[in-house]
């Protein structure tokens, strides 16, 4: 059975940082993608950031330059570092894994406040 569980959302003043995680489990014998995305207060879900099984990577104008996404194989991890953090990026955080075969997997998600 596969899950993701996110973790590190918190609150943080603007201009700050936070550094969310990703554990994927049970995906261990397929390769896949991992995509960051968000979703506001009364908003859709939307895409931040995604790296591939070969490592690369993509990211949404709002967020280039000021996040990075990153996995670490070993620990079946993916990272999401986000810096220079700004009011409106204030919204649950949700990674997704999405095989070759197009089967894709969410978490639970983990909710960043940035204060002004």
């Known amino acids: 059975q596969v899950h993701l569980v996110e973790s590190g959302g918190g609150l943080v003043q603007a201009g700050g940082s936070l550094r969310l995680s990703c554990a994927v489990s049970?995906?261990?014998?397929?390769?896949?993608?991992v995509a960051w995305f968000r979703q506001a207060p009364g908003e859709e879900r939307y895409f931040v950031a995604a790296?591939?099984?070969?490592?690369?990577?993509f990211y949404a104008d709002s967020v280039r330059g000021r996040f990075t996404v990153s996995r670490d194989y070993a620990k079946s991890s993916v990272y999401l570092q986000m810096n220079s953090l700004k009011p409106e990026d204030t919204a649950v955080y949700y990674c997704?894994?999405?095989?070759?075969?197009?089967?894709?997997?969410w978490g639970q998600g983990t909710r960043v406040t940035v204060s002004s």
């Open positions: 997704n894994a999405k095989t070759v075969d197009a089967y894709e997997y």
């Open positions: 049970g995906l261990t014998n397929e390769p896949y993608a």
């Open positions: 790296i591939t099984f070969k490592g690369n990577t």
